[in-house]
């Protein structure tokens, strides 16, 4: 091999495919110079008499003579992959030119046949259609782009085949191929079902109603059977709950239940109480959502998170009464108790469908078997973190299987939108609308300069896994509940769960949102600018 070029076999199989020397900066020069210390090495353990010496200078020679020729096959490996480079580079500047007068050619063609038709859009779908709406409004359109105030007019991109004139008219509108766009989604048990199916005519994409509207609950035969879920060791609460049992069962002749611990506390209170219903065993929990017409909490946000978890499937409107120190899902004031429930019981009410995740632990012994472990379900957020261990967590993160990225620092956050006031907020998430569909991804203090938080859509299925090079393992918690250990190899799998859990608006979703970020964190909250001082006509 001659010392001034290096040869090789390149990836594209062109055989001795030569690397010229000339630029220092290429690799080149190092490699040479490996090759020739590579020789000299050789040379003086030929040159040096071997009888005689002892064994640590044979090792080191040994040693020299491996290192030599790792670093002359690093610096060989390096040549090659700048050869590779190279001709990428060279078919890339081709392919580029090829395209690049091919564009040229379709748009000489475009313009060509153009002049010939007279068939810029606005002019043709005016000549198609005189008594069209378009027509109409045709003088506010300008003649080069059919556009009112910068943006496109949805006349111009509507079917006017039934308007058009003459067949041959049709014909020359119709250039554009329709298409449909369909919406999918996972049903129940897995399979996909049709959601919805939108048409867009021509192939131009102009509006679709993916996001759910102000929902309004009607009640079609009056509710009987109330739950009240009590936020425990609350005087306050305490005192509410027995007026409001009174209240609703002599008045409004309701059937009321409340847990156990309320039923003892409201018997101490009064033996007439015995009227109260509640249930003996947990097992029974998992049926109440076939009684219970409304669930009336009193509390905390922590007790709408209670209520919430109670009901593993479907979850009856819950009436949320605030008397916690923020309260982001409660909106109601206890001091108007009897007005709110008069008008809820009455309908019909705005709500709030609040996602939940449903998440599900796998175990790395278990991962082929299905539904080894009790699923959670989430109002807020399913966490991520290194619990006592003062390692880094190091997770992997996958979201349908694409790799997303690997989390080292504190944890992560998978949060609803309804949780993304909660600590999703703390970690630096951002906050959303609790209508809006999708899975935040909020990492909890990233080791990393970039790591900004991502919101997902909501057909995704997230998936942490805990890498079998972990330094320790993994805890999840459901809602700042139920820790559970994730060790190396185990995952935790999460999606929107298909029961979301429907909370009474005061006003609507958006009027209570909006209110509870300014009451509850004082949202963007600064003195108003005083009207004296300059302005700009003073400039
Ligand atoms: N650093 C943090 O901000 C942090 C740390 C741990 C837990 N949390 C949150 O606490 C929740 C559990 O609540 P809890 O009441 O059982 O425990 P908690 O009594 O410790 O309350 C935590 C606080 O979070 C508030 N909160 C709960 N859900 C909220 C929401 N959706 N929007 C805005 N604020 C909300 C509560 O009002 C309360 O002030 C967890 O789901 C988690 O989101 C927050
Ligand atoms: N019925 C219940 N049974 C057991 N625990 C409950 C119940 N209701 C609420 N909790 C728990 O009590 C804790 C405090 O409840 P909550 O958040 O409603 O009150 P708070 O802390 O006073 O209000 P805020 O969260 O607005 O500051 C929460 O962790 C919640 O999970």
């Known amino acids: 091999m001659s010392p001034s070029k ?20 290429n690799g080149c020069v190092d490699s040479l110079s490996i090759f020739h210390s590579e020789k000299a090495v050789e040379e003086l353990l030929q040159q040096t008499p071997v009888a005689g010496m002892d064994e640590h200078l044979i090792e080191f020679s040994e040693a020299l003579r491996t290192v030599a020729k790792a670093l002359r096959r690093a610096a060989e490996g390096k040549a090659s992959a700048q050869a590779e480079a190279a001709e990428w580079k060279r078919r890339y500047e081709l392919e580029r030119t090829r395209n690049i007068q091919m564009e040229q050619k ?131 609460v305490r005192i509410l709950c027995v007026q409001m049992v009174r209240w609703l069962r002599e008045r409004k002749k309701l059937n009321v239940y409340v847990e156990p611990r309320v039923k003892v506390e409201l018997l101490a209170e009064s033996s007439n109480f015995s009227y109260v219903q509640t249930w003996k065993d947990d097992s029974e929990i998992s049926h109440l959502h076939m009684k219970v017409d409304l669930v009336i909490t009193l509390g905390g946000d922590g007790t709408v998170l209670w209520a919430a978890s109670m009901f593993k499937g479907p979850v009856p409107p819950i009436v949320p009464f605030s008397l916690g120190s923020l309260g982001f899902m409660t909106p109601f004031h206890s001091e108007h108790f009897k007005d709110c429930l008069d008008s809820v019981l009455r309908g019909p009410i705005s709500i709030t469908l609040r996602h939940r995740l449903l998440c599900r ?11 080894t472990e009790e699923p959670f379900l989430v109002l807020n957020e399913v966490t991520i973190d290194r619990g006592i261990s003062s390692y ?8 349908d299987n694409s790799f997303v990225t690997c989390v080292q620092g504190d944890g992560l956050i998978l949060s609803t939108t309804s949780g993304s006031t909660a600590y999703s907020l703390a970690a630096g998430g951002s906050m959303v609308h609790p209508q809006v569909p999708g899975i935040l991804f909020t990492p909890i203090c990233p080791h990393s300069l970039s790591f900004r938080p991502l919101i997902l859509p909501e057909h995704v299925t997230v998936r942490i896994m805990v890498p079998f090079n972990s330094r ?20 935790l799998l999460c999606s929107m769960a298909p029961w979301p859990v ?38």
């Open 6 to 25: 290096l040869d090789s076999t390149d990836s594209f199989g062109h055989e001795e495919a030569s690397v010229s020397c000339s630029k220092p900066e």
């Open 106 to 236: 379709a748009r000489m063609a475009e313009q060509f046949s153009a002049e010939k038709n007279g068939d810029l859009d606005c002019e043709r779908v005016k000549n198609s259609d005189n008594q069209s709406m378009l027509q109409n409004e045709s003088n506010e359109h300008s003649e080069t782009g059919c556009m009112k105030h910068g943006i496109w007019s949805h006349e111009v991109l509507r079917d006017r085949e039934s308007d058009s004139n003459s067949n041959a008219d049709r014909n020359k509108i119709m250039r554009k191929a329709s298409f449909k766009l369909s919406w999918w989604c996972n049903g129940e048990n897995g399979d996909q079902h049709k959601h919805d199916i939108v048409s867009f005519e021509r192939g131009n994409i102009t509006t679709a109603e993916r996001s759910s509207k102000q929902i309004s609950l009607k009640w079609e035969s009056d509710p009987q059977t109330v739950l009240i879920l009590t936020k425990p060791n609350s005087v306050s």
């Open 361 to 371: 632990v796998v175990r790395d012994a278990a991962k082929n078997e299905y539904e």
């Open 392 to 399: 880094l967590t190091n997770l992997e993160c996958y979201c």
């Open 472 to 491: 320790s393992p993994a805890w999840a918690s459901f809602d700042g509940k139920d820790r559970k250990l994730l060790a190396a190899g185990d995952a």
């Open 502 to 539: 429907p909370t009474a608006c005061q006003v609507d979703s958006t009027n209570d949102f909006l209110r509870s970020i300014h009451d509850g964190l004082h949202w963007n909250l600064r003195k108003t600018q005083s009207f004296d001082g300059p302005r700009d006509r003073d400039l």
